[in-house]
């Protein structure tokens, strides 16, 4: 069964520091998507991206992060200069269609500022 | 906000019994969908359903739907130690705080 491949499973890494998380999407998925989840918290939304731009994004995105489909496989989530409230669950997401359709999520990737 | 907002927050219930997750909405949707989260791994897609739909079942899933209330049930009958997890409603990909269900053996 296909699925969504994140990594690293874990990343530890400096404040300050930028961090890159991968992610490789349901090949032929054309809806991509990014959240966050602070421990215990609930899973909130970061960014979806379409036709290789932003076509949501939440309060939560600012300057400090970006994204980027760089190949026909990957997908990035960039932090610039982490900050240790960075610290959470990312996980990436992809669907065949943005209506009536369902997303599947990776397993995350656990990162913490330290 | 497009997201669902759960209730309970947390529910807690014996194995064997049944379990009720609601869920309420405050935009016009196309569909609703509810998913599953296993402690910190990523989410499961459960079940979709359409606004034009009122109740959809899969397996011991039942999920319904009522566009005039702006809201959505989610019911687990039967349940199992293995179904304890937190349960998301939402539309386009974006959902609420979730409910946190403990079925104990």
């Known amino acids: 069964e296909p699925e969504v491949t994140q990594t690293p499973s874990h990343q530890v890494t400096q404040m300050g520091q930028e961090v890159i998380l991968r992610c490789v999407p349901i090949s032929n998925h054309l809806y991509f998507y990014w959240y966050r989840q602070i421990l215990g918290q609930k899973v909130e939304f970061l960014v979806s991206?379409?036709?290789?731009?932003?076509?949501?994004k939440s309060e939560i995105f600012d300057d400090q992060f970006s994204v980027e489909r760089p190949d026909g496989s990957n997908f990035t989530l960039k932090i610039r200069s982490t900050k240790l409230e960075d610290s959470a669950m990312y996980f990436c997401a992809s669907s065949g269609g943005r209506v009536n359709t369902e997303a599947f999520f990776g397993q995350g990737t656990r990162l913490t500022v330290v | 906000s497009q997201q669902g907002e759960e209730d309970p927050q947390a529910l807690s219930i014996q194995e064997g019994e049944n379990a009720t997750m609601n869920c309420s909405y405050k935009t016009s949707i196309n569909n609703l969908q509810w998913y599953r989260q296993n402690s910190g791994r990523g989410l499961v897609h459960l079940i979709l359903?359409?606004?034009?739909?009122r109740e959809k079942h899969s397996g011991r899933l039942r999920v319904t739907l009522d566009t005039s209330k702006k809201s959505s049930s989610l019911l687990i009958t039967a349940s199992r130690a293995a179904d304890t997890a937190s349960y998301f409603c939402?539309?386009?990909?974006?959902f609420g705080p979730g409910t946190r269900l403990s079925v104990l053996p």
């Open positions: 359903i359409r606004s034009n739909e």
């Open positions: 991206f379409y036709n290789n731009e932003i076509s949501e």
């Open positions: 939402g539309q386009n990909f974006v």
